[in-house]
């Protein structure tokens, strides 16, 4: 006992990896249940109007089918919208599905089959014929840039735009030199492997949800509220989440549909969203920003003017922080900061890994990229000529900040000092080379919501530790074990970890890079609360004097304590609320990306070589876990420069992709070397561990230095991602 962290630090492999590897991992689609029916939904294939008529005559043929639910005959719901508010949904009304004959978006579900197997759910489903009366829709951003409108205020604050300083725009027209472009970013599509899928296992007193989602708690409370299971116990089990990236912090419609079947069938139900109709679940919002940077011969800002312009649906004000960070990554002292929605009719916009920073930043850091060339500085130069060590858009010190030295130590690593300022100055053979670099950031914070996590300790001397919070893939089993075990004074074998599940002790939304550092904290409390108590009864029970706690926690020790306390079990729970800062110190998480681009000069093919990635985020828990994530991050960072784009056709007003075929995401043969180094940072302010997070920050700074080393290979200067082959090919003429 209290032996200093020893495990947490160190690489450890993940603790759930030989159950993945295995297939032992148990997904949302994959338990068995007895007396299965499986859900099949049936998407409009139109953008906006009303449903006229549904024949499922058809489908109710098929055999097998159960049930067709459309929202004439579903069962009775509330027709009040805030009753299917989630704790991170934005203003508006949620969307609800078959409620009413209305379409909002193409692919929205308008009615659910239910068989007895899924092949016969499947092929009736696709004989449902409905017919609509169509309204004209709108779907392209570019035509919806005059209807634009301030977003009224999310009450997470999370797009809370940084209010103007000094005068940017007299600012930005005095200045000697002065850069203004117009960038565009697409729409992107979540696709993690496992797809968003429900099976609810019907009892008369227990309802039990395996859901894929970033909080069982949040879906548990939406479906008690929303389709009133009160006379039940409703648990929402979510032990392995295989990747969720923000589309899985709001419940999704595929839960909401399953539930609504089980119930109104009195039958255990499982829906999985197909690939398909993964593209009509929420994106992350495409854009129109122009930023307009103000600056001396020498490249200090001073101006920085950044207007945004991003897609929400007709019915939520679905808002990020996309501009959060253009007031206070740089030393400048007039800043004016605009950020708009405009709604079209698609489906809401989500949060989607480091949502806003990942679209705003790509802006923000091509614009610098910009300055550097017009006054023949080199970018990194330049960044470090306006290093600020303050927030100055809050006027105050961040709690850490170790981004000069992300700048310094990445720069050495990758070999920055050895290129060449001048655009096509570098080539191999008949590929040309670019290096470009950009830099990122990312709140640092612990959740809003207080987190609490349960330690006890076993009769045969282990430690559980139960908390609700979910694992998306992030290493949150791990990094958790690690950090009991040192707690405890315990190897990591006698520590049990378990997740992922509503009855477990409340702890909010896997997100927002705060679950380390939150479920982290409260789990290393819980740890505390336990040895405490563990130490108290052992004096009582006159089994150690003081002084020799460390042996206390050997397993036989533990055993004789429980025996005599007549207890099978000894268990603490701790509540950790988030560090109360008050308005002191910022707390962000920082990231210098360097990459290098080698492009075919004919075809335009452009490979992204080498990614060096040097990330300040405080303590580092497990250099394994953390490397992953910075690693998975780079690779949708590469996927949001070069290929994804959720494209609509307006003619239509439906997402053209139905596959991987026509959603190119970065396979294999696109990412080459990556390299992830952290800088060292000590960080006691931000959270109980002096953790910051890392699940976003990796996702910041890729598509801009992938974009600034397109135009130092090629000299042209790419504003719209993604950018595509014949985007390259066609802006070269
Ligand atoms: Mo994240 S976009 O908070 O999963």
Redesign the pocket.
């Known amino acids: 006992m209290d032996q200093g962290p020893v495990i947490t630090g160190k690489g450890i492999p993940r603790i759930d990896g030989p159950l993945k590897v295995k297939g032992q991992a148990k997904y949302a689609a994959e338990y068995e249940v007895p007396d299965l029916l499986h859900a099949v939904i049936v998407p409009a294939s139109m953008a906006k109007g009303r449903v006229t008529s549904i024949d499922t005559t058809a489908a109710k043929s098929f055999s097998g089918v159960v049930a067709v639910l459309t929202h004439q005959n579903r069962p009775w719901f509330w027709p009040f919208s805030f009753l299917y508010k989630d704790p991170?949904g934005p203003p508006g009304k949620p969307f609800r599905p078959l409620y009413n004959d209305r379409v909002h978006f193409s692919g929205q579900p308008v009615a659910l089959v239910v068989a007895e197997n899924y092949e016969a759910a499947r092929d009736a489903a696709a004989s449902v014929r409905v017919s609509y009366d169509r309204e004209q829709h709108a779907t392209d951003l570019a035509s919806e840039v005059s209807n634009a409108y301030r977003p009224p205020r999310h009450r997470l604050g999370v797009a809370r735009t940084p209010q103007p300083t000094g005068d940017a725009d007299r600012a930005f027209s005095e200045a000697p030199v002065k850069v203004e472009a117009t960038y565009k970013t697409a729409p992107e599509n979540h696709h993690p492997m496992e797809l968003f899928a429900t099976t609810v296992e019907w009892g008369d007193e227990t309802v039990t949800i395996y859901d894929k989602t970033?909080s069982p708690k949040s879906v548990e409370i939406f479906l008690k509220v929303a389709l009133r299971l009160f006379r039940r116990k409703v648990r929402v089990v979510s032990s392995f989440v295989g990747g969720?990236?923000?589309?899985?912090?709001r419940p999704q419609q595929s839960v909401f549909l399953a539930v609504l079947a089980a119930k109104a069938l009195k039958r255990s139900v499982r829906l999985v969203i197909p690939r398909d109709q993964m593209f009509a679940l929420g994106y992350r919002a495409n854009s129109i920003q122009t930023v307009s940077l103000g600056a001396d011969e020498n490249g200090h800002l001073l101006a920085i003017r950044h207007r945004a312009i991003a897609a929400t649906s007709q019915y939520e004000d679905a808002q990020?922080p996309m501009l959060n960070f253009s007031a206070s990554l740089y030393r400048c002292n007039n800043i004016k900061l605009s950020y708009e929605l405009a709604k079209l009719d698609t489906v809401s916009p989500?949060?989607?890994?480091?949502?806003g920073a990942a679209t705003g930043m790509f802006a923000l850091e091509c614009a610098m990229d910009e300055l550097a060339y017009a006054v023949n500085v080199d970018p990194l130069v330049l960044r470090l000529a306006n290093y600020t060590e303050r927030d100055q858009s809050e006027n105050r010190p961040f709690s850490s900040k170790a981004l000069r030295e992300c700048y310094a130590q990445g720069a050495e690593r990758f070999g920055w000092a050895k290129r060449s300022h001048a655009p096509r100055s570098m080539r191999k053979g008949k590929e040309l080379i670019g290096w470009g670099m950009a830099t990122g950031v990312w709140e640092a914070a612990m959740s809003p919501v207080p987190a609490r996590a349960k330690v006890s300790l076993l009769a045969d001397g282990r430690f559980e530790v139960t908390t609700s919070i979910t694992d998306?893939g992030t290493g949150t089993y791990t990094i958790l074990t690690q950090i009991a075990a040192d707690a405890l004074g315990a190897p990591l074998e006698r520590v049990v970890v378990k997740l992922g599940d509503s009855a477990f002790p409340f702890n909010p939304?896997?997100?927002?890079?705060?679950t380390a550092a939150t479920s982290g904290s409260a789990v290393q409390a819980g740890c505390e609360k336990l040895k405490k108590k563990i130490i108290s009864r052992a004096k009582q029970a006159g089994i150690i004097g003081n002084g020799q706690a460390a042996e206390l926690l050997s397993p036989a020790a533990l055993a004789d304590l429980l025996k005599l306390s007549g207890r099978d079990n000894l268990s603490a729970t701790a509540t950790i609320i988030k560090v109360p800062f008050g308005k002191k110190y910022t707390s962000a998480t920082h990231s210098a990306v360097f990459a290098e681009v080698r492009i075919d000069e004919e075809l335009s093919v452009v490979r992204v070589t080498r990614l060096l990635c040097a990330v300040a985020a405080g303590r580092i828990l497990n250099p394994a876990t953390a490397r992953s994530q910075i690693i998975g991050a780079s690779v949708m960072g590469i996927g949001k420069a070069l290929y994804e784009d959720a494209a609509i056709d307006h003619n239509l007003g439906r997402c053209m992709a139905h596959s991987f075929a026509d959603y190119h995401i970065p396979s294999n043969a696109d990412v080459y070397d990556i390299e992830v180094l952290f800088v060292e940072e000590t960080d006691d302010k931000v959270s109980p561990i002096g953790v910051k997070g890392l699940?976003?920050i990796g996702s910041v700074a890729v598509a801009p230095a992938i974009a600034n080393a397109i135009f130092h290979a090629t000299g042209q200067r790419m504003r719209d991602l993604p950018i595509t082959i014949d985007r390259l090919a066609h802006s070269r003429g």
């Open positions: 991170v970033q969720a990236f923000g589309l899985g912090l990020d989500c949060d989607m890994r480091a949502p998306i939304t896997q997100g927002g890079s705060w699940g976003e």
